[in-house]
C-alpha cells in the first residue's frame, strides 16, 4: 500500500463509521456540482471554498454559491476564492422551484463536468483485515 493510502485509511479509522463510509468513493461519489451557501451554522461559506480551492483533489470540482447575499463584497470575495457561479437565493417557493430548474438544466445537463479524481479506497483497506471476520 502506498504511503499516501496508507495516511489516508489510518485517518478515516480515527473517525467515526460514518465518516468512514464516505471515504469509499465506489459507495459515496464526489458530486458533479456543489451548492454552497455562505451562511451556514459555525461554518463560514468562504472558509469552505478555499478548502476547496487548496486541495488538489478537489480544486476542479464545480462550486455554485447559493446565498441571500446580494452584497458586492461578498460577490467578489466569492468568484476571488474560485466560486464558478454566485446566485442569490428567490424568496419565494416558486421561484425556488424555477431555480432549481435553472440549476439543474444549465450545470447539470448542458454544462461538461471536469474529471475529479481522489484516491479510491475499499472498506476493508480502511477497516483494516479484521473487519471482514465480522
Not at 479506497?121 to 483485515?129: D, S, T
Request: proline residues 8%; hydrophobic residues 40%; glycine residues 4%.
Amino acid at each position: 500500500m502506498s504511503p499516501i493510502r496508507s495516511m489516508l485509511c489510518a485517518t478515516a479509522k480515527r473517525r467515526s463509521p460514518t465518516l468512514v463510509a464516505y471515504a469509499i468513493r465506489s459507495e459515496f461519489p464526489l458530486p458533479d456540482l456543489f451548492l454552497l451557501d455562505l451562511k451556514m451554522p459555525r461554518l463560514d461559506g468562504f472558509e469552505v471554498l478555499e478548502w476547496l480551492r487548496w486541495q488538489p483533489s478537489l480544486s476542479p470540482l464545480r462550486v455554485v454559491v447559493l446565498t441571500s447575499s446580494d452584497n458586492i463584497r461578498d460577490i467578489n470575495r466569492a468568484y476571488r476564492l474560485g466560486a464558478n457561479s454566485f446566485m442569490v437565493k428567490p424568496l419565494d417557493f416558486q421561484n425556488y422551484i424555477h431555480f432549481g430548474r435553472v440549476i439543474e438544466g444549465f450545470w447539470l445537463k448542458a454544462s461538461q463536468a471536469p474529471e475529479i479524481s481522489r484516491p479510491v479506497l475499499n472498506r476493508q483497506e480502511i477497516e483494516g483485515p479484521e473487519s471482514s471476520h465480522q
